[in-house]
């Protein structure tokens, strides 16, 4: 069973996907908060495995409350949101949130998205990486943007590709039909090589160069 806490100021969004949320075989809605300090007090009670948070919250917003889930390995952040600024998706990659998707995407979106978190993946919207492509490539002064993956071996940037996709560790094991600790390795590789601090920086720099 996948525990999942919901994090937003607005209560109708909180019962509206409670309600698909709960309603879906194999998810457990563990509590709901509205403001981002609630969502990390129940993310510390409860060990939930998800936890869905909006952006903009009053007294600590999602990607705060993402920031300190992510850095006392509460559990894997999810965040939801109207909102589609450049500097939100910038700040929520930067913290290592596991996804980004807007609340508009139809309801099997959003379980799809759950389900890839839970399962070790990350996902983002395809506006979202549209942006992310044009930030990364955009013009800079002085030297062209540098590939953090050009020393890589073949079977690490296969390994990369797929974490960009937002397979989990085990979804990469099953497609290219090695061991679950081989894809760890990989990743700790591909960390190491490029100097990256987590997954979802693998992906945001994979997606530039597709």
Not at 5 to 24: N, T
Not at 55 to 81: H, S
Not at 186 to 194: C, P, Q, V
Request: aromatic residues 4%; hydrophobic residues 50%.
């Amino acid at each position: 069973m996948t525990k999942i806490i919901l994090a937003d100021d607005d209560p109708v969004i909180v019962q509206g996907l409670s309600m698909i949320i709960g309603s879906e075989e194999g998810f457990e809605i563990a509590g709901t908060g509205a403001d981002g300090r609630e969502a990390v007090r129940l993310a510390r009670e409860t060990k939930p495995d998800i936890a869905v948070l909006d952006i903009r919250m009053p007294v600590m917003n999602g990607i705060e409350a993402a920031a300190v889930m992510i850095r006392e390995e509460l559990c894997a952040p999810l965040l939801l949101t109207t909102f589609d600024e450049p500097e939100l998706i910038a700040d929520a990659l930067m913290v290592g949130a596991r996804g980004y998707i807007l609340k508009n995407s139809p309801a099997d979106r959003i379980l799809s998205a759950i389900r890839a978190v839970a399962e070790g993946g990350a996902v983002f919207a395809p506006d979202v990486i549209d942006f992310i492509r044009g930030m990364i490539r955009a013009p800079q002064k002085g030297a062209p943007p540098e590939d953090v993956f050009a020393n890589l071996t073949p079977r690490e940037l296969e390994v990369a590709a797929l974490v960009a996709e937002g397979l989990s560790n085990t979804r990469i094991a099953e497609r290219l039909f090695l061991a679950d600790g081989t894809v760890r390795n990989h990743i700790s590789a591909i960390l190491e090589k490029t100097g990256l601090q987590h997954r979802t920086q693998i992906a945001v720099k994979f997606f530039a160069r597709i």
